[in-house]
């Protein structure tokens, strides 16, 4: 396996992490994926960037550190153009690019913290997550590592606070009033093929879809006030388009079998 392959710091259950790792599987790009313990993955982040970014996804890539899913995806789209991913026409590209500047600031964050939110809420179902997602040497430690998780993502993502999970509810079905408003009767979000908008909207919207081609499915741990809020969303237009959009899709991606993961 060659050192100069590119390489995706991750971690496996983030829609932001699938953002990325969509477009490299889009792109066909082989590379490597490491998954370093949520929390610890700070502190990984500040070294590969320098300080410039403490979160992941980070994508080694041409002796670069890039930071931040848009940025990956811009990288990656200008050192692997084909099959593109910004459209060609000008003003295409424009709205594509609004889009997901919209969807990665007025989605995600709503999405991660009602779902820690949520589970946070629901111990077993945590622990259950923590035992199939977790990194191995974790994963066997499912209680304790569910116990530090709680305390993390309240800490992190103010994921004990009921309030702030009331407006991630509000914003998350603005959101996909907006995906069914702006998709109208058309198949793609901008223009007639799959664009970064698509994908950055299907990709932090499949916790809300759980698409048997994501990191987590209808089979995955689910926390109970999450099913809760999810399951009469199911036959909206906007969450069949995201399975669709992952059926259609969500290439496998090219990563060598010992490092392969969601």
Do not use: C
Request: hydrophobic content about 40%.
């Amino acid at each position: 396996m060659s050192d100069a392959l590119p390489t995706l710091w991750q971690i496996d259950v983030s829609h932001y992490s699938e953002k990325a790792r969509w477009a490299l599987a889009w792109k066909e790009v082989e590379h490597r994926r490491h998954s370093p313990a949520p929390g610890a993955h700070m502190a990984v982040a500040l070294w590969l960037t320098r300080g410039a970014h403490y979160t992941f996804p980070v994508l080694s890539l041409d002796g670069q550190r890039i930071g931040d899913s848009t940025a990956i995806v811009a990288a990656l789209e200008e050192r692997y153009p084909a099959p593109p991913l910004y459209p060609a026409d000008i003003a295409e590209r424009r709205r594509a690019l609004e889009l997901e500047e919209f969807f990665d600031e007025e989605l995600g964050p709503y999405v991660r913290q009602l779902a820690w939110y949520e589970f946070g809420n629901d111990r077993e179902s945590f622990a259950e997550l923590m035992k199939q997602t977790a990194p191995k040497p974790i994963a066997g430690f499912s209680r304790p590592a569910a116990a530090y998780a709680r305390a993390y993502t309240s800490l992190r993502f103010r994921a004990g606070d009921a309030e702030e999970a009331g407006r991630g509810r509000a914003k998350v079905l603005a959101g996909l009033d907006r995906l069914e408003a702006e998709l109208g009767d058309d198949e793609y979000l901008v223009g007639e093929s799959f664009s970064v908008a698509d994908l950055t909207a299907a990709s932090l919207f499949y916790p809300l879809a759980l698409p048997d081609e994501g990191p987590l499915n209808a089979d995955s741990p689910s926390a109970k006030g999450f099913d809760a809020f999810r399951r009469p969303l199911e036959e909206r237009r906007g969450v069949r388009w995201v399975k669709e959009m992952f059926r259609l899709h969500r290439k496998p991606a090219k990563v060598p079998a010992a490092v392969a993961s969601s």
